[in-house]
C-alpha cells in the first residue's frame, strides 16, 4: 500500500497547474490534492483559516484508506495549511500515520514582522509582505487561450515557468466562460481574502508543538522568503532545509527538481522501514 501524499497548492494557483511536479510524485505515493482551496462554500476564507484547515483534515480523513503513512506536502499557502492540519490531525484517529510536513517556500512570520501585517491589516501596510493591491487589480478576462499565454509570458515571474507548467496554467488556471473567452479559475477576492487572513502568530505560536517532523524547500530567489525572514521557519525545521534554484515560484519554475526534493526530503523524515522496502525507494529517488 502506498504512502498518501495530500499536497496543497499555493494562494491563486490552482492543483492541475501542478501536474508535472504531481506525477513524478504519483509514482511512489498516492497523490490528493484540493483543486481550489477557498471555493468550496463549505469552507469559507475566515481569520486564522480554520474552516480551509477543516478541508485539508477532512480530505485526509476520507483519502486515508490503509495507507501507512501520511505526508502532508504544500506551497506557500499550502505550506501553512499543511502545518496546521498536522497539528489538528495530531489529535485525531490519524495521528499515528501522519509521518511529516514539507512546507514549499512558506515562511512563517513572526515578531515585528508578524506585528506589521496585523496593523497592515488596517492600514493597508499588508502588502509590503504580500501581493495585496495586486492580487485586486490582476486581469481576469481574455478572449481565448493564446491572448492567455502571451499575456502571462510577457510577465518576468511567468517567462521563467517550464512550459508544461505554462501550458496547465494557461488550461486550468483560466476556465471557459459562457461566450467562449478565458476567466481567471481561481476567484480574485477569494485570493485577496486568503492573503487578508493569513495567520501569522497563530502559526509561529503552534510551530514549536507540532509533533511530526517539517522540511523545508526554499527558493533561492525567494521575495516571500526575504520579506518574511527565515529565522523563525530555521528554528522549526533545523537540519531539514534545502534550497532550489529560483523564486517563490520554483516549482513552476523546476517542476522534477522539486518532485526529486520532495522526494528527498521524505525519505530524510521515513521511520525506519523493511531492507527491501528501503531498496526500491532508495531505487525510485535516484531513478
Known sequence: MQDLLLFSHA???????????????????????????????????????PHLVEELVARAENAAGNARRI???????????????????????????VAGVVMLDSPLIAGWRARLVSIGRRTGLDNLLMPMRATLQRRRLWPDRTAVREHFLAKPAFACWDQRVLDDYVEHGTRAAADGSRELAFEREIEYRIYHTLPTTALSGLAPSVRVPVGFLAGTRSRELRNAGSAPTQRLVG???R?????????????????????????????????????????????
Open 239 to 241: 537540519e531539514r532545509w
Open 11 to 49: 494562494n491563486g494557483f490552482p492543483a492541475p497547474v501542478y501536474r508535472v511536479m504531481l506525477a513524478v510524485l504519483a509514482e511512489r505515493f498516492h497523490v490528493v490534492r484540493p483543486e481550489r482551496i477557498g471555493h468550496d462554500p463549505r469552507y469559507p476564507v475566515t481569520p486564522d483559516w
Open 243 to 287: 534550497w532550489i534554484e529560483g523564486g517563490h515560484l520554483f516549482p513552476m519554475e523546476r517542476p522534477l527538481d522539486t518532485a526529486q526534493a520532495i522526494a528527498a526530503m521524505i525519505e530524510g523524515m521515513r521511520p525506519a522501514v523493511a531492507d527491501e522496502d528501503r531498496a526500491s525507494w532508495a531505487q525510485a529517488v535516484n531513478g
Open 71 to 97: 505526508w502532508l506536502v504544500g506551497h506557500s499557502l499550502g505550506g501553512y495549511l499543511s502545518l496546521l492540519a498536522a497539528h489538528r490531525l495530531a489529535d485525531s484517529a490519524l495521528a499515528g500515520r
